[in-house]
């Protein structure tokens, strides 16, 4: 009679050995791919299209709407306008700035246009916020105007290392406005907001 005893299955040893690879790798994939960094980018390219995307609703506006009025206040050299979430006129500055969250489209946003007057429709069904939008406006879409010479300035603030000044796809310092720190958009981004 042949009793050899045959083993099956890992010993604790060798399922000790996978685990510590296994976690050594975790650790390396984390270090290398920096999640927070990835969700920093994500928000920056969500940035970078809603400016985008504003800055052509407000050109088509201006194109063609008969009577733009780029500020429903009628006050717009003298004001801006930013996307900040909390209590309106909540931060202060010169010239005076306008805190609002509301995202309509009517003129009652926080982009003072009544896109509703554009033949045809608004391509916005709501204006964009800042993905983080605090109740400050470090991270807040910002907006000023000239309404004798129809143009605007948009701005939003990069988080990422990637997209900020200096980084490797910098937006902020080749935008063609006056803030090297500050990603401009519009059709006149040296409008100094």
Same mark, same amino acid.
């Given at each position: 009679?042949?009793? /050899?005893?045959?083993?099956?299955? &890992? %010993? +604790?040893?060798?399922?000790?050995?996978?685990?510590?690879?296994?976690?050594?790798? $975790?650790?390396?994939? =984390?270090?290398?791919? #920096?999640?927070?960094? +990835? &969700?920093? /980018?994500?928000?920056?390219?969500?940035?970078?299209?809603?400016?985008?995307?504003?800055? !052509? $609703?407000? !050109?088509?506006?201006?194109?063609?709407?008969?009577?733009?009025?780029?500020?429903?206040?009628?006050?717009?050299?003298?004001?801006?306008?930013?996307?900040?979430?909390?209590?309106?006129?909540?931060?202060?500055?010169?010239?005076?700035?306008? $805190?609002? =969250?509301?995202?309509?489209?009517?003129?009652?946003?926080?982009?003072?246009?009544? &896109? %509703?007057?554009?033949?045809?429709? !608004?391509?916005?069904?709501?204006?964009?916020?800042?993905?983080?939008?605090?109740?400050?406006?470090? /991270?807040?879409?910002?907006?000023?105007?000239?309404?004798?010479?129809?143009?605007?300035?948009? #701005?939003?603030?990069?988080? !990422? %290392?990637?997209? $900020? /000044?200096? @980084?490797?796809?910098?937006?902020?310092?080749?935008?063609?406005?006056?803030?090297?720190?500050?990603?401009?958009? @519009?059709?006149?981004?040296?409008?100094?907001?």
């Amino acid at each position: 009679m042949n009793n /050899q005893y045959q083993k099956k299955g &890992f %010993t +604790l040893v060798e399922l000790l050995i996978v685990i510590g690879i296994l976690a050594v790798l $975790a650790t390396a994939t =984390v270090l290398v791919l #920096n999640p927070a960094e +990835l &969700f920093r /980018q994500a928000r920056d390219t969500k940035r970078i299209n809603d400016l985008e995307a504003l800055r !052509s $609703a407000v !050109s088509l506006y201006l194109s063609t709407v008969s009577s733009p009025d780029m500020d429903a206040a009628g006050s717009c050299a003298a004001n801006y306008w930013g996307s900040v979430a909390g209590a309106a006129e909540n931060f202060t500055g010169s010239p005076a700035q306008h $805190a609002n =969250v509301a995202t309509a489209i009517d003129g009652t946003g926080w982009l003072p246009i009544d &896109f %509703t007057q554009i033949p045809g429709g !608004s391509p916005l069904s709501s204006l964009p916020t800042d993905p983080l939008n605090p109740d400050t406006a470090t /991270q807040a879409y910002t907006y000023r105007c000239d309404n004798t010479a129809k143009t605007f300035e948009l #701005n939003a603030n990069m988080e !990422s %290392t990637r997209y $900020a /000044q200096g @980084g490797s796809d910098d937006v902020e310092s080749t935008d063609g406005g006056d803030q090297v720190g500050i990603y401009e958009g @519009g059709n006149d981004p040296g409008l100094n907001l």
